[in-house]
């Protein structure tokens, strides 16, 4: 499976579980009294152990947990299945690396990496790299990613 495809799977995924959450919920509504407005409840679901999920999540991935945890959150009663016996997806395969190109942490300790040097290892080492997404990626993963969590 191509990176994109991957992508746009797990987009396509969160999406689904988001609405099926949104369909699954009660109704909420505004009452008027007089000039007071009535704010809504949320309205708990069943949640006994007997009473089915809410909503099943398959993949059990950063996108499906992240999504899991978004809907539980929300009050959502979730089920997360996936063919794996191991949650993770591909952070589990990477053994929880990633790349981020040319962080102030590299250049601190004399580690020289750029832009180009990363684009050229992508393309040579990785599998199916896809040479548009691989420029996206090397161009902004410091900003998207280093900064981000820095």
Do not use: C
Not at 3 to 14: A, E, F, N, W
Not at 29 to 48: F, W
């Amino acid at each position: 499976m191509t990176r994109r495809r991957h992508i746009s799977l797990t987009i396509v995924v969160t999406s689904v579980a988001l609405l099926a959450y949104h369909a699954l919920s009660p109704p909420h509504a505004t009452i008027e009294a007089g000039n007071e407005s009535v704010k809504p409840t949320r309205v708990d679901n069943d949640t006994t152990p007997d009473s089915p999920p809410n909503v099943i999540i398959v993949g059990a991935g950063i996108s499906g947990l992240s999504a899991a945890l978004e809907l539980g959150s929300g009050g959502a009663s979730v089920t997360v299945v996936d063919m794996s016996s191991v949650f993770g997806g591909h952070a589990v395969m990477s053994q929880g690396g990633v790349s981020v190109v040319d962080t102030p942490v590299q250049r601190e300790t004399g580690w020289q990496d750029s832009v180009e040097l990363a684009e050229r290892d992508f393309i040579e080492w990785g599998e199916d790299a896809d040479p548009e997404w691989v420029k996206y990626y090397v161009q902004n993963s410091r900003r998207d990613i280093y900064e981000w969590l820095t």
